[in-house]
C-alpha cells in the first residue's frame, strides 16, 4: 500500500507564480518523521526540511514554506514567486521506526514535476 | 553538513558483466547505509539495508545474490550488480544514517546496461 501520495504528476508554473505540492501520508506510527526532497536534473537529491509528528507548526525558509496537518495527514509545500531554477521533481518521504526499525528507511512519494517557465 | 560520496558517477557495462559502486561517507562514520534505486520518471525505491560488519537486509523483491551488499567499514558500503541486464539500468543512490534521524545522500550511480 502506498504510504505517501503525491497525486500531481507534473505542475506547469510561469515565474513567479506560486505553486502548492500536495503530500498525504498514511501510518500508523504516533511518531514519525516527513521529509521534503528536491531532485534537480542532476539526479542528486536535495535536502529541503525534515518535520517531526509533534511539530505542527508550519515553517518557511525563504520561499519555501510547509504546511502540516495531522488532521488531514498531509504535509504540503509550496513555492512562493517561483523561478526558473526550481525546476525539478520534488519528493516527499515519510520515516516510520515501529515497522522498519530505523529512522533511516525512507518511504517516498512518487514526486512532482515542477516545471517554472520564464 | 555531512557528505556522501559514490563511485563511479556513471558506468555503462555490457550485458553479463558485474558491476560495482562504492558509497563512501567523506567525514563521518556510518553505521547504517541504503541503498535506492530509481527507474526513470519513477520514484527511489529502497533496495536494501546494510549495517557495518553484518549482513544486509533486503527489501521484498529484491533478489540478494544479484545486488550484492558488502558493508566492511564504518565509511564503506558497496553494491555489486552481478550478471547485469537491461532491466538493471537505473540510478542508484546511497545514503549514510548517523545519529539515527540524520541521513544524508550520494550523488546517485547511473548504470547503463548494453
Known amino acids: 500500500a502506498q504510504k505517501v501520495t503525491q497525486a500531481q504528476t507534473e505542475i506547469s508554473v510561469v515565474e513567479k507564480e506560486d505553486v502548492t505540492l500536495d503530500c498525504v501520508y498514511e501510518?500508523?506510527?504516533?511518531?514519525?518523521?516527513l521529509f521534503w526532497y528536491k531532485q534537480p536534473p542532476s539526479g542528486e537529491l536535495v535536502f529541503l526540511i525534515r518535520?517531526?509528528?509533534?511539530?505542527?507548526q508550519n515553517e518557511i525558509s525563504g520561499r519555501y514554506s510547509w504546511n502540516f496537518q495531522k488532521s488531514t495527514s498531509s504535509f504540503n509545500f509550496t513555492i512562493t514567486a517561483s523561478q526558473v531554477v526550481d525546476s525539478a521533481v520534488y519528493f516527499c518521504?515519510?520515516?516510520?521506526?515501529?515497522?522498519?526499525?530505523?529512522?533511516?528507511?525512507?518511504?517516498f512519494g512518487a514526486g512532482t514535476q515542477v516545471v517554472v517557465t520564464p | 553538513g555531512a557528505v556522501v560520496s559514490q563511485h563511479p558517477s556513471w558506468v555503462i557495462c555490457k550485458s553479463g558483466t558485474s558491476v560495482k559502486i562504492e558509497c563512501r561517507s567523506l567525514?563521518?562514520?556510518?553505521?547504517?547505509m541504503f541503498w535506492y534505486r530509481q527507474f526513470p520518471k519513477q520514484s527511489l525505491m529502497l533496495m536494501a539495508t546494510?549495517?557495518?560488519?553484518?549482513?544486509?537486509?533486503?527489501e521484498q523483491g529484491v533478489e540478494k545474490d544479484k545486488f550484492l551488499i558488502n558493508h566492511a567499514s564504518l565509511t564503506l558500503s558497496t553494491l555489486t550488480v552481478t550478471s547485469a541486464h537491461p532491466e538493471d539500468s537505473s540510478f542508484y543512490i546511497c545514503?549514510?544514517?548517523?545519529?539515527?534521524?540524520?541521513?544524508?545522500f550520494g550523488p546517485g550511480t547511473r548504470l547503463t546496461v548494453l
Open positions: 518535520r517531526n509528528s509533534f511539530d505542527e
Open positions: 546494510s549495517n557495518e560488519g553484518s549482513k544486509a537486509t533486503y
Open positions: 545514503s549514510s544514517e548517523t545519529s539515527g534521524i540524520e541521513q544524508f
Open positions: 501510518t500508523r506510527d504516533t511518531t514519525y518523521y
Open positions: 518521504a515519510l520515516s516510520e521506526l515501529t515497522l522498519t526499525d530505523s529512522w533511516g528507511k525512507l518511504q
Open positions: 567525514d563521518f562514520q556510518a553505521t547504517t
